[in-house]
């Protein structure tokens, strides 16, 4: 049996070996030592406080609820989302929502705003009036816009009003896109038109059409399934459009992880070429969901260290400028 002094020795030494490991894991980002990112850390990208009134059996995914939840799955931080369309959700989850919620819990949970944009042609009629709602949410310490989910085409004029301002803001967007929100056609003749219209605008996708359109060859329909199964044919808008505009990002939140599963030939390939472009999260907001494929999705693959940790939280922590 070794003697105490050994046995503290040890840990000792253990957790030398940790923290280095945390070191070099923070110089893959690519940033300084970041020693509160714990060596395998995730930042989810796309998570939903909600309400009360969700329903009685199931109750509202809370603050400290989620909090525990990301300490049990090493998720050292999350972007909190509203949901202020009405197509979104059943009620709205208001940026002043988000912004009270997370204010305690600020080293932890990130909050994002949103506008719907049939606002633009209602209340907020001048770019001015748009910019001020905006910088307002910015002051209060929102980082980005979304999640944007809202009944009107990707390309539509409202929707490219309020992109010109986030561009001058260099606020990034989330969207969800299926033929309920965000719309547009197979290819994403829209979304391109808006990338080649805001270069400088990050866009990051989700949602089914989003995911669908990492396959060619597909219908309208399509563009609101949930594929789990089934070879990638080739031909796909996403990798298109990644190639011709570097603003594009993909969000691995709710199917994006089944997307990556359906064909894992095609998604190993897709991973290690996108690595740069892609943003791992969970898209959490219903207590009844204990399963969640992304959190083992990297144990599918073999990829190298460098791409899991810039997937993981790499790619988000540079979009967002988030030190730490
Ligand atoms: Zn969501």
Redesign the pocket.
């Known amino acids: 049996m070794p003697g105490s002094g050994q046995i503290l020795r040890r840990q000792f030494m253990a957790d030398v070996a940790a923290g280095a490991a945390a070191s070099l894991a923070a110089c893959a980002d690519g940033g300084a030592a970041e020693p509160s990112f714990p060596p395998g850390g995730y930042l989810d990208d ?3 406080l909600t309400q009360p009134w969700f329903g009685p059996e199931r109750g509202p995914l809370t603050a400290s609820i989620l909090l525990g939840w990301m300490d049990r799955h090493g998720i050292h931080k999350a972007f909190i ?1 509203p ?1 202020v369309s009405p197509e ?1 959700f059943w009620y709205p989850i208001s940026t002043e929502f988000v912004l009270r919620e997370t204010a305690p819990h600020r080293d932890r949970l990130l909050p994002f705003c949103d506008i719907d944009p049939r606002a633009l042609g209602t209340h907020l009629t001048s770019k001015k009036l748009v910019v001020d709602a905006f910088k307002r949410y910015l002051d209060a310490g929102a980082i980005g816009c979304g ?1 944007h ?1 809202c009944r009107v085409a990707v390309d539509d004029p409202l929707n490219m009003r309020l992109y010109e301002v986030l561009a001058d803001l260099k606020l990034p967007i989330l969207f ?1 896109l299926d033929n309920q929100s965000m719309m547009d056609r197979p290819g994403l003749p829209g979304l391109e038109q808006v990338l080649k219209t805001f270069p400088e605008l990050v866009m990051i996708g ?1 949602g089914k059409g989003w995911w669908a359109s990492i396959a060619g060859g597909i219908q309208q329909e399509d563009l609101h399934r949930h594929f789990d199964a089934g070879q990638v044919a080739a031909g796909g808008a996403i990798d298109r459009l990644m190639d011709a505009y570097p603003n594009l990002y993909g969000d691995l ?2 199917g994006g992880a089944a997307a990556m599963l359906r064909d894992p030939q095609f998604g190993q390939a897709f991973l290690l070429r996108r690595k740069d472009r892609l943003l791992w999260g969970t ?1 959490w ?1 219903d207590l009844t969901t204990n399963q969640w494929p992304q959190l083992d999705l990297f144990a599918h693959f073999q990829l190298p260290d460098e791409a899991v940790t810039m997937i993981a939280r790499g790619n988000a922590k540079r979009l967002f400028a988030i030190g730490r």
Do not use: Q, R
Request: aromatic fraction near 8%.
């Open positions: 796309h998570i939903h989302l949901l979104a999640e989910k969800h989700h939140s709710s898209d907001y």
